[in-house]
Each structure stands twice: as C-alpha cells, then as structure tokens.
C-alpha cells in the first residue's frame, strides 16, 4: 500500500468505493459519500484539486447535525494498493497547532471495509505524520470513539498516547470521545 496524492486516474476506483458504501467521513457516512458522488459528476477536476487545499478555501464544512463551519486548510491523501483502499487527511490552522472546537482532529482516516485489517490505517498514519512534520508541527491530534478499538490501536502503534477524555460538541452528538495526541519532534 502505498499514500498518493489523488488524480483523474484514481477516480473511477474512488468513485466505485462511494458507491459501494464506503464513507470518506466516519461522523457523516452516507451524506458525505453523496456529497462528494454529486461533486466528482459535477466536476472531477475540481473535485480532485480540492483535495489539496493548503490555504482552507472553499465551501463551508457540513456538520453532522446539518450546520456549517469555515473549512480548514487541509490535505487528503488516498490510500492505494492498485485500487483505492482508504482515505487519509490532515487539517491544519497556520501558525498554531490549535483547532477550532468543532475539528476534532488534525488526522482522521478511514479504509474500505474490504481492506481493512491488513495495516493499511497504520500506514497511512505515519506517512501523513510525514507530511505534518514538513510543516513544522510538534505534535498532532487524533481522535477516536472509545468503542473504536481498532483506531486506538492504529493511534498507538504510530506513538499516540492519550492525551484527555472529553464530551464531542454538540454538532457531534456529545457524545464521549477520546482524543490523542502524537509528538512528532
């Protein structure tokens, strides 16, 4: 498996992904993989340029409980082994390593039910961990639900430790979450 940054070339298997149920977003499922169906028919050019959005334009961000917030500047990268496997992205504020309240993470990722249990999370983690380093970054966040046993495990092998126990925000239920925290220098 290998992290690459998404082209045209890679759409059709992302594509087909979507359509089989898989959800690039682990708190919106369903409506995200049919937001993003609806942009990529739209325009898959577009689609694939916003994947690399280093300066947080762009449309608002969905919440899961229907509200919006101002996009982050972000990376996405797609997890492949000939085939998509799995997204990987990385948000980020210039200048802090502080997140507004409704971004939970700096890092959140999700593989293809059909390819999971092989490494590949825990891969992709620490290249993205690659990625954050470039910017300058001493640390990274990451969250995970505390039924979610395997992306705890993923967190942990790639150096996480647990960092608090906290309540998500409204827009997430608020419901009890895990977040953690990996050093990176």
Not at 32 to 60: C, H, K, M, T
Request: hydrophobic share 40%.
């Amino acid at each position: 498996m290998q992290l690459v940054r998404p082209t045209e070339d890679h759409l059709p298997s992302y594509l087909a992904a979507l359509k089989a149920g898989w959800s690039p977003n682990n708190e919106r499922g369903l409506a995200a993989s049919l937001e993003e169906i609806a942009l990529i028919e739209a325009d898959a050019g577009a689609f694939v340029r916003s994947l690399d959005n280093r300066e947080g334009q762009g449309l608002p961000v969905a919440m899961p409980d229907g509200s919006t917030v101002p996009r982050l500047p972000g990376l996405r990268l797609w997890m492949w082994d000939g085939e998509f496997a799995g997204s990987i992205g990385f948000r980020w504020q210039h200048g802090t390593t502080e997140l507004p309240p409704y971004c939970l993470g700096h890092i959140g990722y999700s593989v293809v039910p059909w390819k999971q249990r092989r490494g590949y999370a825990t891969a992709a983690l620490l290249g993205m961990l690659d990625e954050a380093r470039l910017m300058g970054m001493p640390y990274v966040e990451l969250t995970a639900d505390p039924d979610n046993i395997a992306s705890q495990k993923v967190i942990l092998a790639a150096g996480g430790t647990l960092h608090e126990r906290f309540i998500k925000p409204p827009q997430f239920g608020s419901k009890p979450c895990l977040r953690f925290r990996i050093a990176l220098r």
